[in-house]
C-alpha cells in the first residue's frame, strides 16, 4: 500500500475512532449486494457516525485524491455502488437515527442510514404513513433511496422519491456541507438545491439526513388480484378504477402471463389465488379511511368493470394477512432466477404503447435466443415496466444483443431506459437512448463543477 494512502487510512482512523476503519477481511468478508453473494473489494470501508465525520472524511480524500464510493444497503440493480480495490467506500451504516418525527407538521427527520421498514413501522405507531414503499423495504436505507429517486409500489398516488422529499442535507466532495433540511412543503426562496442530491445516484454529494413528508395512516387498506383479458381492457380498467374511487387508488401492478404463473403456483404458492390462462393479471390497491364503506365501495366498483367485460376474474382481499398474500406474489421477483442467471430491466414509457413494446421486445429477445424466456410486470399506473430475462446469455455480444432489443424501441417513443432504478454502471452506455446530448453535457457541467477531482463515484452515470 503506497505510503499516501497508508496515512490517509491511518488520519480516518484517528478521527473516527476504533471500528470505524474496515481493512482486510473485514471488508471481503462482506458481499457486493443482496444480489450480488460475490465478496466485496475495496481498499477500505469507512463508517462515520454523523455527518461532522462524513465531512472530514471527504476533505481528506478531496485532498488526497483518493475516490470514495457511497454505499447504503446495497439493494442496486445497475451497478451503482460497485468497488474495485482502489476504491474508498463510504458505509453510512451507523448514521441510522430517526431524529424527529413531527406530528403536527406530519415531518420526519432521519439519517440516511436509517432503513425504509424501520421508518414505516416507526411513523406507524404515531398514526402516520411514510408511503414509499418497494420489495427491499428490509434492506434498503433511505439515503439510497434519495440518492436513486426510488419508485415502488405506491407513485401513481404518492410520487417518486422526490416528491416525498422536503429538505435534505448533503456534503460536497471537498467536505463542504449543505444544510438544505427545511420541513416545508412550499419553498420557493431561490434554487431547490435538495433537488440536485436526489437521484444523482451520489455523484454530486452525499446525503447524510433529510426531512420527508409523513401521510395520515390509512384506515383500510383493499387489494384487487384482477384477470383481464386483453391489453386495451388494462389501460380501460386503470382509468376505471382510478376515477371510480375517487382518486384513492394507490397502486396499479399488472402482470404478464408468464410472471403471474411463475409467482402463483408451486413452490411459492401452494395454488394461484386466480386461474392460469388470462392474458393479463392486475394487482390494484386502495388506501381509504373507512373499512366497511371503502370495502363495499370496491365491490361496486368492480361489479361495474365486470359487468363492462374490463374484467373476467377478480379476488378482493381486505385483510392484512390476505393483502399481504396477494401482494407476496408481485414481490417474489427472486423466483424467477430460480438459480440462474438473468438479465433485469427497468423502463419507463407512454401506457398506451406498452401492448405493442413488450411483443416487441418479446421477438427481439428471442431473435437473439429462442431459448430465453422473458417475464414481463411492473407499475404500469406510472408507465414503469420491469422485465427479467433467463438465462443470461453467456457471451458479452448476445447480452448487448438483448439489451438493445428493449432499450431501441424506447427511441422512437421518448422512453427511458431507467424508470426508477437509476444508471449506474450498467446502463451508462443507453443513456444517450433517454437523454440529449446536452442534456448529458449539462450533467457532466454540474458533476465538474460540484466534484472538480472527480472523487465521487468515479465512473457512474455520466
Not at 439515503?143 to 398516488?157: E, H
Not at 361489479?303 to 417474489?332: F, H
Not at 420491469?386 to 428493449?406: D, G, L, N, Q, W
Request: include cysteine; charge should be negative.
Amino acid at each position: 500500500m503506497p505510503l499516501k494512502t497508508q496515512a490517509l487510512l491511518e488520519a480516518l482512523e484517528a478521527e473516527l475512532g476504533p471500528g470505524a476503519v474496515l481493512t482486510g477481511e473485514a471488508v471481503s468478508q462482506r458481499a457486493q449486494g443482496i444480489w450480488r453473494p460475490a465478496p466485496l473489494e475495496a481498499l477500505a470501508i469507512v463508517r462515520p457516525k454523523d455527518t461532522r465525520e462524513v465531512s472530514f472524511v471527504l476533505r481528506a480524500c478531496h485532498e488526497a485524491g483518493q475516490s470514495v464510493i457511497p454505499q447504503g444497503g446495497l439493494t442496486g440493480l445497475v451497478h451503482g455502488a460497485d468497488t474495485g480495490p482502489e476504491d474508498l467506500i463510504l458505509s453510512l451504516e451507523r448514521m441510522n437515527a430517526i431524529e424527529e418525527i413531527d406530528q403536527a407538521g406530519r415531518t420526519v427527520r432521519v439519517q440516511a442510514g436509517v432503513p425504509l421498514q424501520t421508518l414505516q413501522e416507526a411513523v406507524a405507531e404515531q398514526g402516520l404513513s411514510f408511503p414509499l414503499d418497494l420489495g427491499a423495504r428490509g434492506s434498503c436505507f433511505l439515503g439510497g433511496n434519495l440518492s436513486t429517486n426510488a419508485g415502488g409500489n405506491r407513485v401513481l398516488r404518492y410520487g417518486m422519491a422526490r416528491e416525498n422529499t422536503l429538505g435534505v442535507e448533503a456534503v460536497l466532495a471537498d467536505g463542504t456541507v449543505i444544510d438544505s433540511l427545511y420541513g416545508m412543503v412550499k419553498n420557493n426562496a431561490g434554487f431547490d438545491l435538495k433537488q440536485l442530491f436526489i437521484g444523482s445516484e451520489g455523484t454530486l454529494g452525499i446525503i447524510t439526513r433529510a426531512v420527508l413528508r409523513l401521510r395520515e395512516a390509512p384506515g383500510s387498506r383493499l387489494s384487487m388480484l384482477l384477470a383481464l383479458p386483453d391489453f386495451p381492457s388494462v389501460t380501460g380498467l386503470l382509468r376505471h378504477l382510478d376515477r371510480g374511487l375517487g382518486g384513492q387508488l394507490s397502486a396499479f401492478e399488472v402482470m404478464w402471463p408468464e410472471f403471474y404463473e411463475a409467482v402463483a403456483t408451486a413452490p411459492r404458492s401452494p395454488a394461484p389465488p386466480l386461474p392460469l390462462g388470462s392474458p393479463f393479471y392486475v394487482l390494484a390497491e386502495m388506501l381509504g379511511s373507512d373499512p366497511a364503506r371503502d370495502e363495499a365501495w370496491v365491490e361496486a366498483v368492480l361489479a361495474e368493470a365486470l359487468e363492462a367485460g374490463l374484467v373476467s376474474d377478480a379476488v378482493l382481499a381486505s385483510t392484512g394477512a390476505r393483502n399481504e398474500a396477494l401482494w407476496a406474489l408481485r414481490d417474489s421477483v427472486d423466483v424467477l432466477a430460480a438459480g440462474k442467471p438473468t438479465q433485469v430491466f427497468d423502463v419507463s414509457l407512454p401506457i398506451g404503447a406498452m401492448g405493442a413494446y413488450v411483443e416487441a421486445v418479446k421477438a427481439g429477445v428471442a431473435a437473439v435466443d429462442p431459448e430465453a424466456r422473458v417475464f414481463t410486470f411492473g407499475h404500469l399506473g406510472d408507465g414503469n415496466l420491469h422485465f427479467v430475462i433467463t438465462p443470461r446469455p453467456r457471451s458479452s455480444e448476445a447480452v448487448k444483443a438483448i439489451e438493445a432489443a428493449v432499450y431501441d424501441p424506447l427511441k422512437a417513443l421518448r422512453g427511458s431506459v431507467s424508470a426508477e432504478h437509476g444508471i449506474g454502471l450498467e446502463k451508462k452506455p443507453w443513456l444517450g437512448h433517454s437523454r440529449s446530448p446536452a442534456e448529458v453535457k449539462l450533467m457532466q457541467t454540474l458533476r465538474e463543477a460540484l466534484d472538480p477531482r472527480g472523487i465521487l463515484n468515479p465512473g457512474k452515470v455520466c
